[in-house]
């Protein structure tokens, strides 16, 4: 079965670049969500998009912007990188209709040097 | 706020154990809890929980939700190292499109 396809896998970049995300969601999912998670700590909620519309906003960094595309794709774009930006970012998508659960990515690995 | 909150953070067993891990939750307009199992990459999707007292079962893992006290419990019966991992869990509710996760039970079972 199809599942969340996330790249790149890992990504280095320098403090003060500029990084983007890709994440592919599962086919007829509507609704795509962007987690970090730093080392030992839970999924943090940054943001979410249903039908190509930002739905929900939470702790994102106003230096991080995010879209979804009319093929329902998404990218997370991040700029001005901080060495505190270094952490796992996963993308999750779900049916929106359904009381469906949320399907994850392998997540990036991004890593600010 | 709503606030997710589990317990044990971390848990040290040996094989053949049984374990309950707790997750509690003050939400507002309570959609469904979920749990997840995550090793070294992706939460990996263990049960939805929307109705209380129905239990969910798959192998040696099952849990149920309580949704008058606002808690829910994982159970795992005779462990195995493959068990080992963080236990996360998540709630989503009505009229938004977010989960809160909590901040995980690390479970470590022992040969």
């Known amino acids: 079965a199809a599942g969340v396809i996330q790249s790149p896998r890992h990504l280095i970049k320098e403090k003060r670049e500029t990084a983007t995300l890709k994440c592919y969601p599962i086919?007829?999912?509507?609704?795509v969500y962007w987690y970090q998670q730093g080392p030992g700590q839970d999924p943090q909620f940054l943001i979410s998009f249903y039908e190509k519309m930002q739905s929900d906003k939470g702790s994102i960094p106003d230096r991080f912007s995010a879209q979804q595309f009319s093929d329902y794709h998404s990218e997370l774009n991040m700029s001005s990188l901080e060495l505190g930006d270094s952490a796992l970012y996963f993308c999750?998508?779900?049916?929106?209709?359904?009381?469906?659960?949320?399907?994850f990515g392998n997540g990036t690995r991004l890593t600010v040097t | 706020e709503d606030k997710v909150v589990q317990s044990p953070l971390s848990l040290v067993v040996h094989e053949g154990d049984t374990v309950t891990l707790n997750c509690s939750y003050e939400?507002?307009?309570?959609?469904?809890l979920l749990w997840y199992k995550q090793e070294k990459k992706a939460p990996t999707f263990l049960f939805m929980l929307t109705s209380s007292g129905i239990e969910k079962k798959s192998g040696r893992l099952s849990s149920i939700l309580d949704k008058k006290e606002l808690f829910s419990i994982l159970n795992i019966t005779a462990t195995q190292t493959g068990d080992s991992a963080v236990y996360l869990c998540?709630?989503?509710?009505?009229?938004?499109?977010?989960?809160?996760f909590g901040t995980g039970t690390r479970l470590k079972v022992l040969a």
């Open positions: 086919p007829r999912h509507d609704t």
């Open positions: 999750a998508s779900t049916i929106s209709s359904y009381n469906s659960p949320l399907h």
């Open positions: 998540a709630v989503g509710t009505s009229g938004t499109y977010k989960y809160i």
């Open positions: 939400v507002t307009n309570f959609r469904s």
